[in-house]
């Protein structure tokens, strides 16, 4: 069974500065898609960026990107200009391609400092 | 569209009562599945399903059953509830099994005394 661990609960970072969440999964499969999700306080599931591990190109979404390290299944979330609406809960999810079943890590809690 | 529709929004619950947590979604998703959320564990599968008629069992289906009638509804139902299924439950859709983004329902917060 695939675990993702996400070793960081807590994170903080200065308004505009830059941040890095950790990531870490285990699986014997090859092909499959690695996600983040935000979770401000209402609840919603927001995803960030998506990473198909068949591409060797990091993933970037505006301030938002990725560090994809196959070899070393890990996969880390840098917040570049980090603003007041970025604080949330961030979650790292796994699934196998053609399986929808998307295992998560617990989760790492982002504060940011004005 | 509406996208992914979750009722109610907040439930409390006697041990023992039973209820069904409503999800809708007006994309024409194949795929549904119900998550919860507990602290400090993330999201975890309850059940899913890849299409109408066709249902399964996800990593902590024990306490819940699901049925899949029309592609639109995904209802989950607690037969008897228990106080360790006080939690956070999210439904979620995509195109299909093969499709790489799901999308979230604004979750049920479920309470059980």
């Known amino acids: 069974a695939q675990t993702v661990t996400q070793s960081q609960p807590e994170m903080s970072v200065q308004e505009a500065e830059t941040v890095t969440l950790s990531c870490t999964y285990d699986?014997?499969?090859?092909?499959?898609?690695l996600f983040w999700y935000k979770q401000p306080p209402s609840r919603q599931m927001i995803l960030v960026i998506r990473?198909?591990?068949?591409?060797?190109q990091n993933a970037t979404e505006n301030r938002f990107s990725v560090n994809f390290q196959k070899a070393a299944k890990s996969f880390s979330l840098k917040i570049s200009d980090s603003q007041l609406g970025d604080a949330a809960m961030y979650f790292c999810?796994?699934?196998?391609?053609?399986?929808?079943?998307?295992?998560f890590g617990t989760g790492t809690r982002l504060t940011i400092i004005p | 569209n509406a996208g992914v529709t979750q009722t109610p929004k907040f439930q409390v619950l006697k041990t023992g009562q039973s209820m069904t947590l409503q999800c809708a979604q007006d994309?024409?998703?194949?795929?549904m599945s119900w998550y919860r959320q507990d602290p400090g564990m993330g999201l975890r599968l309850i059940h899913y399903?890849?299409?109408?008629?066709?249902?399964d069992q996800g990593e902590v289906p024990n306490g819940y059953n699901v049925s899949r009638s029309t592609t639109e509804d995904f209802p989950l139902r607690l037969l008897s509830a228990a106080p360790s299924q006080t939690s956070v439950y999210f439904c979620?859709?995509?195109?299909?099994?093969?499709?790489?983004?799901?999308?979230f329902g604004p979750g049920t917060r479920l309470t059980v005394t």
């Open positions: 979620a859709s995509s195109y299909n099994e093969y499709s790489y983004e799901q999308y």
């Open positions: 699986t014997s499969e090859s092909d499959y898609y």
């Open positions: 990473q198909e591990a068949y591409k060797q």
């Open positions: 999810a796994y699934t196998n391609f053609g399986n929808e079943k998307l295992t």
């Open positions: 994309m024409n998703h194949e795929y």
């Open positions: 399903s890849v299409g109408a008629g066709i249902t």
